[in-house]
């Protein structure tokens, strides 16, 4: 049996019921075996064998009391993948689905992330079970402690760098800083998606959906097309999707649709800068569900479904894992959508993943065309560790010029390998190769 396949078959032996962890495994041992078949030094060092297993993985209890004085109990996870290249990195993420797999799939392809933005991060993930949604401040507070007062026996600046995710924001990050201030009597860059008067670096709430813009446009510059007048549409609400509707409207390009889990919004008319402020005013301060846009602005909304049989130019998923299914890809190729940028992490299915391949239109995959978060978030590690902050412009020149190297790097990856224009390939080859370099130096650890 080949080793790709051999190493799959004891990933799913030993991680059973676990779907998204061998979905993103399988993805990316595909797409590097012609490396690991070209260099014995992978085969004889055992990295795929080694690059699969976690070099830690915590799991706690989260207790914490409600508002009503009853005790609620949590699952709180951290993955920490690989540490070959820099401190483990990665966001935490609260939601009701979150498990092992989901959080093992996203330190997985965090690894090969971090790698890509040319920093010093390893990889890692983290979270808990626990619904932000329709809790009081107060109620968010005492989670945040709680889950902090475990997890602050696990990271710290030089060891593992958490930050934000699905569930946690600005605000989350702020009670888990002050907890893990608390009992480390320290004032350290910890996490990162800081606020800006406290440690936080401009242009980070606004980097994963700018990133993605960026992307998108790099990779049109190779059929030597712009992003203006493209009509887009976005899936999601928070911030990832905010930052990608609001740089669209930056850079000329017409967003139509936006979502949360209730369903989406189509405004044939396009959603506005203004109305983008309006969403994130909805979202960020009153919490309140997408559905509220289409009764202000009578505009469309379609309870309980995705956006993407909406005719578009370029598609941004920007909510969550497995959102475009093999049919919502068939239903965006055949109205014409030849651009799809993941903001969110593995937002594609496998199938649907393969379709866009196969058709041949520019796909950037998460781990490439989300990466200008994590960077921006490299760049706070930076700045806190010099007591220094940059400018927006700085910030922004940066995030720009690493989002076209990675693409660059993806592009020549892909061509080297005999896939010319496959960032699938491309991301995970670059990626893996500079981790496993470093793994190979470091002996057997
Ligand atoms: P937020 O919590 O700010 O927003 C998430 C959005 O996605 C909400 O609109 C939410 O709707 C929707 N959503 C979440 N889960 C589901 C679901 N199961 N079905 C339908 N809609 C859903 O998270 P982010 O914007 O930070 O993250 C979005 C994606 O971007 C994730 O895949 C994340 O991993 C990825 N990402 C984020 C980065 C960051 O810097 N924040 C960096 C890189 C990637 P609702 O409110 O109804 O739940």
Redesign the pocket.
Known sequence: MALVQEVLEIVKKRNPNEPEFLQAVTEVLESIRPVVERYKKYRDGKILERIVEPERMIQFRVPWIDDKGQIQVNRGFRIQMNSAIGPYKG?L?F?P?VNASILKF?AFEQVFKNSLTTLPMGGGKGGADFDP?GKSDNEVMRFCQSFMTELFHHVGPNTDVP?????V?RREIGYLFGQYKRLANEFTGVLT?KSLNWGGSLIRPQ??GYGAVYFAQEMLKTRGETIEGKVCTVS??????QYTAKKLNQVGAKVVTM????GFIYDKAGITQEKVEWIMHL?NVRRR?IKEYAEHFRAKYVEGQRPWGIKCDCAFP????N?ITKDDAKKLLDNGCYLVSE???M?SAPAAVDLFLARKILFGP?KAA?AG??ATSGLEMSQNSIRFSWTREEVDQRLRQIMTTIHKNAWDTAAEYGQPGNLVVGANIAGFVKVADAMLDQGVV
């Open positions: 966001g993420r939601h689905t996203l949604k930050a934000g995710d699905i569930g924001g998606g980097a994963t999601g609400s928070g911030n990832a999707a979502s949360d889990s209730g979202k569900r920007c909510a969550t894992q959102e903001a969110a992490n937002p998460g989300n978060g994590v």
